[in-house]
């Protein structure tokens, strides 16, 4: 089999917003949303990052299309625009790219917001929000934009009719499909989805998301798919990345996530999710206590003071991120020496 | 058998608004036995807290309105209908808060910022008891240790912000068992929270049902939490009950062709193989304008011209399993 490229791969990222107190607007710590990840995604591939609030997936989504600034680390990008003659593609790094570059570097990738309410602006029409994108980069103009925009509305599966209609007129799920729709008009590479379907209702959620895995294969989109609901991003995602307090503690393949977990969180955070059946029994791994503070987390394993198989060990020394089986990485002392409950036997 | 905690009969709870008459619980019926719990679930626009705020009769008039039915709620050997009284009259306060407590979904916007979790504890005791305000706040106390927050001395002077998410929606539940109420409405309790956060609460609510004697009205939109925690389940769509029973022949043997989309919407944990998604197709119609017969039938993948003219009732399926679908009591006619 062969494998796909590389389209993104990040190192080392890092984030930390200061919080400034007193007159002086002293800095006086920091909030390590983004505490050092690495993570790579292939061309055409969908990688989840799953996590509880404030684990810092949004500031990662966003970094990565430098929305936000990152204070470290490198964010590789596969560009297929940015190219000298006889190149196909040119590898450039986002976190240092100019202004200009960065400009050029955000037609191919765009993305999905959660909440399709504030996300559109409401004085202006479908036509003028899905158009706006190829005015800014004048890839569209005239009749050819307007046609672009019908054929990206049936894309979405919206009528073409509804062009000159405002966002307060269309429902939830509807909306949602108009940032999709937005999203793709530049044709880019790779779309960064922050919660796409949480603000949907469940019948909504799954027509969205099967419109996501369409477009997929007709536009060869990757998807960074940032979500907070377990079954969501299994169902979307080939490979599955687990964060906690800044870091990712795991990620690998879907496959191998569900039916060979090798982090602790992993294990409780899959055991959490309600099961629709009165009849499941499988007891429920629950944690202790709440997610700490990212602006002063516990010493060693962040997720230490809540884990079950905490050893002296994970107090002390901070666990490295490291391949334990193709594919898999962890951050975990413990990680071959346990033998954790899957969800998929 | 145990006479009903609260029956719910023929309830019509409308809003009366500039752009037409929203008919958001539009004749439903169910029954609650002591102790037992009852899951409502349905997705936004659906009617399922509408429902709660009329049993508490918390919905502000106007523009809503109690059109018809009745709400007869069992206090001791009497049944009072709480669609009769006064809204802010004695008798209503006197079991608002006391006999039928709430929690809701959001702690953050439903605990007062500017007082203490344990005032805001005490405040509900000393309202519907006669006890002193020292005695008050030990129950208070007591209360924050039953629902395991840890160090409740400490935490019961503390201020809301002073809370996590978990935390508060914890100090929200010692707060509505504080009088020992016999039924408890939880409106989407756990909605706000992350899934372990989701995971610690519904354990707790599972044991204090148990100790407090408790009946709950679960009301919320995920399938999952609800399959745990209830013991009967009432589908809603569009102001109806379109499916109640058992939580077992609710999951195991679903009938309604909405009950089963919901179903099919919801992407399995469970499954190995990524299967794709069945979602209902379209969305729910505007509730101002509703379809003569059948809600369901714009969306419906087996509905008949019939079902576009003739609402269905509820029809018995199965012992202590009825559903509201033509299409049903079809089959069950032909076998």
């Known amino acids: 089999m062969k494998t796909d490229p590389v389209l993104l791969e990040v190192a080392q990222l890092r984030k930390f917003f200061p919080i400034r107190r007193g007159l002086l607007k002293k800095t006086v710590a920091h909030v390590k949303a983004v505490d050092g990840v690495n993570l790579f995604i292939r061309e055409g591939e969908t990688l989840g990052l799953v996590g509880e609030s404030g684990c810092g997936k949004t500031t990662v989504g966003r970094t990565i299309l430098r929305l936000i600034e990152p204070t470290s680390g490198q964010i590789l990008f596969r560009s297929k625009k940015l190219v000298r003659k006889n190149e196909t593609h040119r590898i450039v790094d986002i976190a240092r790219a100019s202004s200009g570059t960065l400009k050029a570097l955000r037609r191919e990738m765009q993305l999905i917001f959660q909440d399709p309410y504030s996300s559109l602006n409401p004085r202006m029409t479908v036509e003028a929000l899905i158009g706006e994108p190829m005015l800014v980069y004048r890839t569209a103009a005239g009749r050819e934009k307007q046609d672009r925009i019908r054929y990206l509305l049936e894309a979405v599966g919206l009528n073409p009719a509804y062009m000159r209609r405002y966002p307060h007129e269309f429902s939830g799920g509807q909306r949602q499909r108009i940032g999709i729709a937005r999203a793709l008009a530049l044709e880019p590479q790779l779309v960064v989805a922050d919660e796409p379907v949480s603000a949907l209702d469940v019948s909504i959620q799954a027509q969205v998301m099967n419109l996501l895995d369409d477009l997929q294969d007709r536009f060869h989109l990757t998807y960074l798919f940032i979500a907070h609901d377990l079954s969501v991003v299994k169902h979307i995602s080939t490979r599955v990345a687990v964060m906690y307090l800044g870091k990712i503690f795991e990620l690998a393949k879907t496959e191998a996530l569900f039916s060979n977990p090798k982090h602790p969180y992993t294990e409780a955070l899959m055991s959490a999710v309600p099961i629709p059946d009165p009849d499941f029994s499988a007891k429920r791994i629950t944690l202790k206590g709440d997610v700490p503070s990212p602006v002063n987390p516990p010493s060693g394993c962040t997720f230490h003071p809540r884990c079950n198989y905490a050893q002296d060990v994970c107090k002390n020394r901070i666990p490295e991120y490291r391949e334990i089986d193709e594919d898999h990485f962890v951050t975990c002392h413990m990680a071959q020496a346990l033998r954790l409950r899957p969800i998929w036997f | ?335």
């Open chain 2, 1 to 335: 058998m145990t006479p009903p905690l609260i029956e719910v009969k023929g309830l019509k709870s409308y809003f009366h608004t500039h752009g037409g008459v929203v008919p958001a619980v539009d004749g439903i019926d169910f029954t609650l036995a002591p102790e037992k719990t009852l899951g409502i679930v349905g997705e936004s626009g659906c009617g399922k807290s509408v429902t709660a705020m009329t049993i508490l009769r918390l919905i502000p008039s106007p523009p809503g309105r109690i059109e018809a039915g009745e709400i007869l709620f069992r206090r001791g050997s009497d049944v009072v209908d709480l669609a009769k009284l006064n809204p802010r009259g004695r008798e209503m306060r006197g079991i608002r808060g006391n006999e039928i407590a709430m929690i809701f979904q959001e702690p953050m916007t439903s605990l007062n910022p500017v007082y203490t979790i344990g005032n805001q504890i005490m405040e509900s005791i000393t309202l519907h008891q006669k006890i002193k305000k020292r005695a008050a706040k030990k129950k208070a106390v007591e209360m924050l240790k039953a629902v395991g927050i840890p160090l409740p001395e400490q935490r019961v002077d503390e201020y809301p912000h002073q809370l996590s998410g978990g935390m508060r929606q914890r100090a929200m539940i010692a707060m509505a068992l504080s009088c020992n109420p016999s039924l408890l409405i939880a409106d989407e309790p756990t909605t706000a929270l992350d899934v372990t956060i989701q995971a610690q609460v519904l354990e707790l609510m599972g044991d204090l049902r148990r100790e407090f004697k408790t009946a709950i009205l679960f009301i919320t939109h995920d399938l999952g939490v609800i399959a745990g925690m209830a013991d009967e389940v009432a589908v809603m769509y569009l102001g109806k009950i379109v499916e109640i029973g058992g939580v077992r022949s609710i999951f195991h043997d679903p009938r309604h062709p909405y009950t089963l989309g919901l179903m099919n919407s919801i992407p399995s944990l469970m499954s190995r193989t990524k299967e794709r998604l069945v979602p209902i197709k379209g969305v729910v119609p505007d509730p101002r304008d509703a379809p003569r017969g059948c809600g369901f039938y714009s969306r419906c993948p087996e509905g008949k011209t019939f079902c576009e003219e003739h609402p269905p009732a509820l029809t018995q399926v199965d012992p202590g399993h009825r559903v509201a679908c033509w299409m049903d009591r079809k089959k069950s006619i032909a076998q």
